[in-house]
């Protein structure tokens, strides 16, 4: 049986040498041992449910997140359970090599057959649904590790056939986790800065390793996203050797305090390891740049149908085929400016498609917000104002409220080029770590007036931020898994609960602009599935947006590159949130007058970050029990 006693760390308040705290670490990772649990020790089938049956089965259910867990030690810290005997993990950065992505894959598969053995009719519903969770995630993830290329996310949204691309790779995430994720109280936390930090050029290396294994297999990114890499990490790079850049100057600027020589600590680190590391990378994309086309989709790479079929299933919990997503994102997106129509006529715009009267909304000097600097200070104002309103009206939405603790962060310069403009999500499970909703601001011409409330009620509060406090209220394995289509459904969700409480009662623009937000996700249903399995080009992408919604196209050619570099994930915002109203109308259909929209908000987000046909069960023991 492996050893799982802590490791034994020195006196916290001695800084600890990033060699001795690599060496120390080495001797602490043998991982969480199942012991007993091997076994199931659960009820025999058609027993009724027992507190020990649910302790055995919470305690197997502890043991497999913290075997995840080792393989991701970053989102430990991000949940603040790096703690205690899992102290070590604050030292250690994910292992990106083609070893590490093994290692993954096997503790997958050892812990999908424990779960598998397992007589869950023995259990209560909450714990039934964390082993339906786990079993969903951890399958399709294998099928996505059978894949001969790419990034699978386990319990996440990313997955990406390319390794290192304009918004994927160790040379955006590490630094982001750094500055924003990792804490820096005291000496001991400075330490695990350096010993990451020390740990990025491996990162780095593992990365490049697998980008030359998929070139070498024949799968080179578009052109036009190798391009947009290429200028990012060139910048990443010339930060880096201005003494070190923003890896440098956000310890040094939390550890003024903290007696140490941590600035010179980590520019040794980045001159002598990160900067190479990082122009081993950046010859890499060079080099590919020249073998690259313009083909923006996967049905012109090899293995991309297969790959594209995946993470379709991946991002929707489905298996629908691409052709019928391209179908309901069409229809969907018609009923959507059917009701935009009126509301467009009613503000004197009569002429011209929906797309055509909404470009010419979006040039409005009314609704634009200043140029520069005085305008994201604005836009970051009026964000404040808007989760301030919104968090006042949760008590209409929700039986049990959650803080919604949200900080409001510009996204870094160097990932503002290839990002979209915001994403956000919870903070750690005890609340010491806030919630983020990311702005991008490379120039406020991405945003509008009447578009940005209904962002704000999608990455924060009612969606990702204010979900995310519930699911960090579950145990730890469902704080860590989390399904795109559930994620992006609820959020989408909260867009409408916003609406729904109030948020443009005596404003119509606004409205329009939460219509053209939901109809732009049935957009990129069309969008996805026509650029990875039509063979549309980049520009037909972008135009279909610009013409049929009226997006504009600074905000559109950003999101277009996203979905050729995370293929099928944009098709999981509209699947989940049709299957969430969807449900809702069942519910209020069989509950009648007991029906309330408290109960049913809240089975929702209590039920946790689900598979869409797990979310059906929850929903239907949710009817159930009221009935009862």
Known sequence: MPDTSPPAFPDPRRPLSRRKALNLLAAGTAGVAFGGLARPLLAPAGATASPASNQAGAAMLDAIAWRLMEHSPGQATSLGVDTGPHTWM??????????????????????????????????????RTSFAVVKSAYSTALDGFAQPYGDVAVGGWRNTPYVVIQNVGAYLDTPRFLD??????????????????GQMDEQLDG?????????GQGLVPPDFLLERAIAQMTSTVADAREGGGSMVKSLVKRTQDIPGDWERQAQQIVASEVVPALERQLAELERQRALATGDPGM??????????????????????????????????????????????????????????????????????????????????????HRIDWIRAQMPRAFRTLVPGNVEV????????????????????????????????????????????????????IPGHVWQGEYANRLPLIRSILAFNAYSEGWALYGEQLADELGAYEDNPVGRLGYL??????????????????????????????????????????????????????????????????RQRQRAIAELGQAYDLRDFDQAVVDGGNVPLDVLEGNISAYIAATKA
Request: hydrophobic share 35%; glycine share 8%; aromatic share 8%.
């Open 299 to 384: 049905r012109e790479r090899p293995h991309g149908s297969a790959f594209y079929d995946w993470a379709l299933r991946a991002s929707t919990t489905t298996r629908v085929p691409a052709e019928e997503i391209h179908k309901i994102g069409r229809e969907q997106l018609a009923e959507l400016h059917g009701r935009m129509d009126p509301i467009l006529k009613s503000l004197g715009y009569t002429q011209g498609t929906v797309g055509e009267r909404m470009t010419a909304l979006g040039k409005d000097p009314r609704f634009m917000f200043p140029e520069g600097d005085p305008g994201r200070k604005e836009i970051l104002s009026f964000i404040q």
């Open 516 to 581: 053209q937000s939901i109809a732009f996700r049935a957009c990129r249903m069309v969008v996805d599935t026509g650029l990875h399995s039509k063979g549309w080009t980049r520009e037909q992408a972008v135009r279909f947006f610009m013409e049929k919604n009226g997006n504009k196209r600074e905000e559109v050619v950003n999101e277009v590159d996203r979905y050729c570099s995370w293929p099928g994930q944009a098709c999981g915002y509209k699947m989940g949130h049709n299957q969430i109203n």
């Open 90 to 127: 604050r030292y250690r950065l994910e292992d990106r090599s083609p070893a590490g992505i093994q290692s993954l894959a096997a503790t997958l598969r050892e812990d999908l057959s424990r779960i598998g053995a397992v007589d869950t009719s023995a259990l209560d519903h909450s714990t």
């Open 409 to 460: 962060r510009r996204l870094p310069l160097s990932e503002e080029p290839g990002a979209p403009t915001a994403y956000g999500g919870a903070g750690s499970k005890d609340g010491t770590i806030p919630g983020k909703m990311w702005i991008n601001l490379r120039t406020t011409d991405l945003h509008r007036k009447y578009d940005l409330p209904t962002l704000v009620h999608h990455e924060a």
């Open 207 to 215: 990365e490049l390793e697998r980008m030359q294994s998929a070139a």
């Open 180 to 197: 924003a994720e990792h804490p820096v109280h005291d000496a001991e936390d400075a330490d695990a800065y350096i010993a990451r930090l």
